[in-house]
């Protein structure tokens, strides 16, 4: 009994074709970066590029989803699929109908977004808190699927702005949140190097990437970005860049190889200090800890 | 001897190999068209669509890789694109693109062997994509519809045509509303034939295993057998084709216009309509509406994959280990369909309770249904609850495996074609030859006492060889 | 719902008083939606617990006691009490490295009198799981002796160093302890070294335990079912409160980064985690992480450098642990009359059946229940605060 050989088991490996994705873009479209401030025409460019780039991906399979967000300075914004039922948008053209209602909803939306929004502009766009309502957008789709299908999720931050150690705690938050629910975070920097951001896609197995000319983002979003994970591995995509996860220090932000860290709430000094800034801690002196150490070693 | 307990037989296995019934996706359907048509095809921004959903993983990035460049690519950069440890996908990607001749071999300045995309395929998917060209014939503006029929209704609606299908089928008293043109395609199809004696419709083999499919394979394997005779009926194959998958690629729940269409559309509209793939309220009303079953018709083998969103009709079979099957349904069709492998024990107005049991097992295998098929069907149709418990199938394995083992239990002769060698003259002989087959692993079956071996076919000539050599020799 | 200052978690904890009350029918006669309504205001007053940023201890060394003893093999747990609790126990070890990167975990089994310690205090959970998958196969022998096993957990946390928060977590089958001597003693010592002692008991209340666990502000919990017991031992994924007589110091630790040099190719090197084993990881790799201090190699962090003894983490595993000292705000429960029309998380649209709505205190933005939950279980950030500029830095600055 035990040598029969079922004869299709070798047919299981269909399983790709079950499975919904859905992407969650999140747009920058803080006109306060760099990079709008000196070019803001750049944003349309960027937001064709993004919209093509979005119904190529629901070009992939019938049943995939999307998602886009629009980050601002002072508060970020689901863009599409946005509120109610859109039957009212008809083709214009040879396009198929569901890429022009994306892009139609997108931009109708954006322009929301960008004219509600134009008092004080602040330089930081606040993608930690966009990301934390992307994974919430998440869960619930996560929650309220029917039983035994199955959603692979991703996010794609576009930005040009640079990441501030303000956000620190948050980001770290929400990259260990999307680790934990296998949400991959892909990061395509459009201006700056982003280290923060670059930490996120290590650790969620994520893809970031620098573009090194905003010409060919389309280009780029196509090759490195639209592939599924799963599809990843059997394409030959850029490796990823060594990341550097040294601390920084509480007290002057400086990134340190060897630093004290607060036993009681984790803060991390360059420097012995008596007392925590933080958490308002006395130490003892520091001759114990240096010491001590050393006996504890078991080999 | 290993196998001195298999039979042989000089026949082929024809006898019992009975033809199964054939379901071709869009890519064996493609393939088998002749190249002008697939470039008439390629015409159509839909179909350009639809054909790049079909494609193979691999295949979909290349094609997105390559429909902004405008130079033929040298075919050993495509190449190094996948990773080695992939190339087999990477060689039936290729394979595939280049069957379909969605992707050209070019030369490219300086010898090397390059690929460009089809210009006419990669034009209209362009526009598929970003927009541009004619709309399609579907799409012109139109009031709002004071009657809106909302995506209950029209579910409800489809359900109720299509199940007058195969209700007909299986033969039950429902024979209302189904016209002489749906019968005449379910006898092209063989779902149906004639009974020899006294004329009347009866169901055949593959109309089982059709039975069984899901929805989406049942629509479309039956729209495959209707293209096939849509030229006898003077309609355009490629306009048909087309209007097909611009209606899967409409949004469930809105109105099109049928303005503008071809005379030869409006029939068939009219035909979808009777199959419930689109509703009208009348023939000349100007607008219609398609239906859950007219929607992505082509992606068949992903099997009733749930849409996150929208509610989908919800599975009813609920199979427990010890063989019992719980049918939660009032309709006839699908007791029908639960009792073609089961042993049905009680019956209440909503609930059927069976037995999966060898006999019932068998008597379906014998009916020309595959192991696959039953399995396939209680996945498709499980209960939600079957699909919720912590193990990952949501059938038993047991279960499983043992509808597999009666499956196998059928098969347990192996043929294959010989020659039989009989009547030598010594024992001598017989070793001889024995031997000489034995070693060059051709030898079937042999029994000493009575002097006789069989032969692989295919080694017959070598092996006459060899005994004219050995027979000289004495 | 009256039984809201009710201590206990669960309906079923506070025994056999008219159960069936608390369940009601909803509108259709069906029980599932009260009965999950339940279920998420059970979590809900469990995070309400966990608010206020008290000291706490942040660097565990916890010992599990584990009792294998012939008590273990009943079959009250299916498939029986080891088994299940191994199960549990893989769960277990996985979620409380994740949530406490940089503390240890030791295993000491109880088992014929004496007790084995079986996987020394580390940091690295699958060398515990693999120590743990090889006892489904021991023989459950004898009696369990409570006193050998403290004796022997006591003497490994008595030389840590006094910044350290000391545990023990005992899991009980017997209902019995054979002991060489008098256990009350050892008790005294466990509460002068401050050592924290829980113990979850799989059959019923034992005496002994209920003192042990109450002199040193440990919990004692005795478990109903196989779920219960799933949530007694999460019970102590989350790190305690620190002990009074706790030292705070300042810990030098080393952040080393892997070394980048541009162009050249790394020397295939040793790493000198597994330098003395034999088995599949031990093998020449390049790359790898770096002491800062005495360039020694490891493949994974965090660990204790063999050569210099410091301690090598990266800075998210230090960040793993903040969410537990700076968590999100609770938000507060108010009843639903159309303030907003979506919970601004997750685009849910608030309909009939919702009739309560989540406020964050903070940005003052609504949320509903799911995301109320998720937020303060699993995200620790709130997405109102964390997209408002005003407010995003607010954990910070409390």
Known sequence: ?299 | MADNDGSTSSQKSSRFKQTNLECKNLYDYLKSRSSQVLEKLYNHPTICLAIYRELPDLAKQYVIRLVFVEQPVPQAVVASWGSQVFSKEHNFASTVLAELTLWQEAAIPGGLLGWILSPTFKRNLKVALLGGGKAWSMSSALEADSKARDVAFLDTYSQERWECVLHYMVGSQQQEGISADAVRILLHAGLMKRDEEDGSLVITRQGFQFLLLDRQAQVWHFLLQYLDTVEERGLDLVECLTFLFQLSFSTLGKDYSTEGMSPGLLIFLQHLREFGLVYQRKRKAGRFYPTRLALNITNSHNKSTPDIEEDHPKGYIVVETNYRIYAYTDSNLQVALVALFTELMYRFPNLVVGLITRESVRQALRGGITADQIIGFLKQHAHPQMLNAEAKQPLPPTVVDQIKLWELERNRLTYSEGVLYSQFLSQADFNVLKEYTESNGVLIWCNKEKRTLVINKSAHDDVKKFWKRYSKGN | MAEEDDPKEYRWETGYEKTWEAIKEDDEGFLQASVADMVQRAKRKRQALKQGSQKLGMMRHLFLLLDCSESMSSQDLKPTRLICTLKLLEIFLEEFFDQNPISQIGIILMQNKRAEKISELAGNYRKHIKVLSHLNRTNLLGEPSLQNGLEMALSSLKLLPSHASREILVIMGSLTTCDPGDISNTIENLKLEGVRCSVIGLAAEVHVCRQLANQTNGIYNIILDDNHYKDLLFQQVDPPPAAVCLESSLIKMGFPHQLNNEGSDEPLTMCMCHVDSTEDGSKLTSGGYYCPQCFSKYCELPVECRACGLTLVSAPHLARSYHHLFPAANYIEVNFNNQTFVCFACQKLFGELDKQVYNCPNCKKYFCIDCDIFVHETLHTCPGCATNPLTFQIALTN
């Open chain 1, 1 to 299: 009994m035990n040598n029969i050989v079922l004869p299709d088991e070798t047919q299981t490996d269909s399983s790709s074709d079950d499975e919904t994705s859905l992407v969650v873009v999140i747009l920058d479209s803080n006109p306060g970066q760099k990079m709008l401030r000196d070019s803001p025409h750049v944003l349309t460019h960027c937001v064709d590029s993004i919209i093509a780039f979005a119904n190529s991906h629901l070009m992939q399979k019938a049943q995939n989803k999307l998602a886009i967000m629009a980050c601002h300075s002072k508060t970020s914004q689901f863009i599409y699929p946005g509120q109610g039922k859109h039957t009212d948008v008809r083709q214009v053209d040879g396009q198929y109908e569901v890429f022009t209602a994306v892009e139609k909803i997108t931009k109708k939306n954006l322009a929301k977004v960008l004219t509600a929004d134009s008092s004080t502009v602040t330089k930081e766009s606040l993608l930690a808190g966009a990301i934390a309502m992307a994974l919430c957008y998440i869960s619930r789709l996560q929650r309220t699927k029917p039983p035994g299908a199955t959603l692979n999720c991703r996010i794609l931050v576009v930005t040009g702005s640079s990441c501030s150690a303000s956000q620190y705690m948050n980001y770290m938050n929400v990259f260990f949140t999307a680790q934990k629910q296998n949400v991959v975070i892909d990061v395509c920097a459009l201006d700056q190097h982003l280290s923060l951001l670059q930490q996120g896609c290590d650790i969620t197995n994520g893809l970031y990437l620098k573009v090194p000319q905003l010409q060919g983002l389309l280009q780029y979003l196509l090759w490195v970005f639209l592939p599924e994970p799963p599809i990843r591995e059997k394409l030959v995509l850029p490796p990823p860049l060594k990341v550097d996860y040294r601390a920084a220090c509480f007290c002057h932000r400086q990134l340190i190889e060897i630093g004290y860290v607060c036993s009681v709430c984790l803060s991390i000094f360059c420097r012995f200090s008596p007392i925590c800034t933080t958490c308002h801690t006395v130490f003892k002196m520091p001759a114990l800890p240096a010491v001590k150490p050393k006996k504890k070693k078991k080999i």
